[in-house]
């Protein structure tokens, strides 16, 4: 086991009981996690009901819907785009092993929300609470470029997966042979 992850799980172990509450509550709500790692943003009502609507979904044999897909219109400056960036930080938290496309009109909006969902990740809030998830030393993560991120999970590895956590791409980049769980479509 690398050094980084070794400590990780010393971490976990002394991790206070108050917590690892706060850990478990953040990977069963959304909204509690997204007011954790968001420190600076203040939400809503509408967030909040979002947010929990969001935390339903049908993957990995989780969930019960006819359908996954999901449709957020509201106008601009609502921060739907954050809300999503949210979600998918969420999402790789709950199951690591999760393999994201995020598709956008054009390549650079794509990564813009990719560079959210880094913040998110990288945060030192999520590192407090997270620190099995990501290398705190960005030089040895397993994949942390513009366009595409892989965490460094050790779930990822027992189970061989090699596709990119969250790859991004414009409305014309050739994604043939890409292999995504969640495809999610924004602007």
Not at 14 to 22: G, H, L, R, S
Not at 146 to 162: A, C, M, T
Request: glycine share 4%.
């Amino acid at each position: 086991m690398e050094e980084w992850l070794e400590l990780a799980y010393k971490k976990l172990e002394k991790m206070p009981e108050e917590a690892k509450q706060i850990r478990e509550t953040a990977k069963e709500d959304l909204f509690f996690f997204a007011r954790l790692v968001n420190p600076g943003y203040i939400y809503g009502d509408i967030h909040k009901q979002l947010y929990q609507w969001m935390q339903t979904y049908t993957l990995y044999g989780r969930g019960d819907d006819i359908t996954s897909n999901k449709l957020i219109m509201l106008p601009r400056a609502h921060l739907k785009s954050h809300m999503v960036a949210t979600w998918c930080a969420w999402i790789i938290t709950r199951h690591p092993e999760v393999t994201i496309l995020y598709v956008s009109a054009t390549a650079e909006l794509a990564e813009t929300q990719l560079f959210a969902i880094k913040n998110i990740l990288g945060s030192t809030v999520y590192q407090r609470y997270f620190p099995e998830y990501i290398n705190p030393q960005e030089g040895l993560r397993e994949s942390w470029s513009q366009r595409k991120i892989s965490i460094d999970h050790p779930i990822r590895k027992k189970e061989g997966i090699r596709d990119s956590t969250v790859a991004t791409a414009g409305l014309t980049t050739n994604t043939t042979g890409w292999h995504a769980d969640i495809v999610v479509a924004d602007d």
